[in-house]
């Protein structure tokens, strides 16, 4: 399974930019996905995640409100979209898929996923 990152770019606080990640190799349906990030001298900290169930997304709290996941089938694509940005969110963000299938309920912990993408860069200015 190969996953691929991108839509990230510079942007100023208060804007917005949609994050996308392809899967290839997998369908996406079971899987959990997550979207994390990594700041410069930071451990890498789960953003956002959504399950099976199309319901059970999660979100971290310092972006709970902003930021919104979503999954095309079809395109078998993961979205974020972040809006209201700050320049805390400023960060390297991967997208991973779960270690495990048939996810109903996701879990924002970096050990939970076994496939990871490269990441794509978000910087906010303020």
């Known amino acids: 399974v190969q996953l691929q990152a991108s839509g990230g770019g510079l942007v100023q606080a208060g804007g917005s930019l949609r994050l996308s990640c392809g899967i290839a190799?997998?369908?996406?349906?079971?899987?959990?996905i997550g979207w994390f990030r990594q700041a410069p001298g930071k451990e890498r900290e789960g953003v956002a995640c959504?399950?099976?169930?199309?319901?059970?997304?999660a979100y971290a709290d310092s972006v709970q409100g902003r930021f919104t996941i979503s999954k095309d089938y079809v395109k078998n694509t993961v979205y974020l979209q972040m809006n209201s940005l700050k320049s805390e969110d400023t960060a390297v963000y991967y997208c991973?898929?779960?270690?495990?299938?048939?996810?109903?309920?996701?879990?924002?912990?970096?050990?939970?996923?076994?496939?990871w993408g490269q990441g794509t860069q978000v910087t906010v200015s303020s």
């Open positions: 991973a898929r779960s270690t495990s299938v048939y996810v109903q309920f996701c879990a924002l912990v970096p050990g939970s996923y076994a496939s």
């Open positions: 190799g997998s369908a996406l349906a079971g899987y959990g």
């Open positions: 959504i399950g099976s169930n199309i319901d059970s997304a």
